[in-house]
């Protein structure tokens, strides 16, 4: 694992956290990437090879300091991405309980600090209500029935 401190250089502006880690750093892994895996990676993201100047791309790439864990905590350069301007909000939004267990499992995996380990645990995730999603399977039926039954592909 790693503990990543990265600076907001740059950044005009910045979402308000739901819970805030203790230090200003984030932990994770370090991963080096062949070129392929790399374009790849970013692919997955949303960013593509050549789309730096698009204003519509969600992500700037960002180069940052990363000290690993263990006796060799020399900071090395790495590349992670950040959200630009026009996308975020004035909160960060909950995650999802599944996309929060997989970062739980994640650091877990990777042995992070248990202090960080217990930011996870702690951190809140998106609850959707009875009510709303009864709303939303009952809108996702009528769609697909209503589509299925006129033919009209396009509305689902």
């Known amino acids: 694992g790693i503990d990543d401190e990265i600076s907001s250089a740059g950044s005009s502006s910045r979402s308000k956290p739901l819970l805030s880690y203790k230090d200003d750093e984030c932990h994770g892994a370090l991963i080096k990437l062949s070129a392929q895996d790399y374009e790849k990676v970013m692919r997955s993201e949303g960013v593509g090879a050549n789309d730096g100047d698009n204003p519509n791309q969600g992500y700037d790439e960002i180069v940052v300091t990363a000290i690993p864990y263990?006796?060799?905590?020399?900071?090395?350069?790495?590349?992670?991405?950040?959200?630009?301007?026009?996308?975020?909000?004035?909160?960060?939004?909950?995650?999802?309980?599944?996309?929060?267990?997989?970062?739980?499992?994640?650091?877990?995996?990777?042995?992070?600090?248990?202090?960080y380990q217990e930011f996870l645990s702690n951190h809140p995730v998106q609850t959707v209500s009875p009510l709303l999603r009864k709303i939303a399977i009952t809108n996702l039926v009528w769609t697909a029935t209503l589509s299925f039954r006129l033919k009209i592909r396009q509305i689902s």
């Open 70 to 115: 263990g006796t060799n905590r020399h900071p090395v350069q790495a590349v992670a991405l950040r959200a630009r301007e026009h996308v975020r909000l004035e909160k960060d939004p909950c995650p999802s309980p599944r996309y929060m267990d997989i970062l739980r499992e994640g650091a877990k995996e990777l042995g992070l600090k248990p202090c």
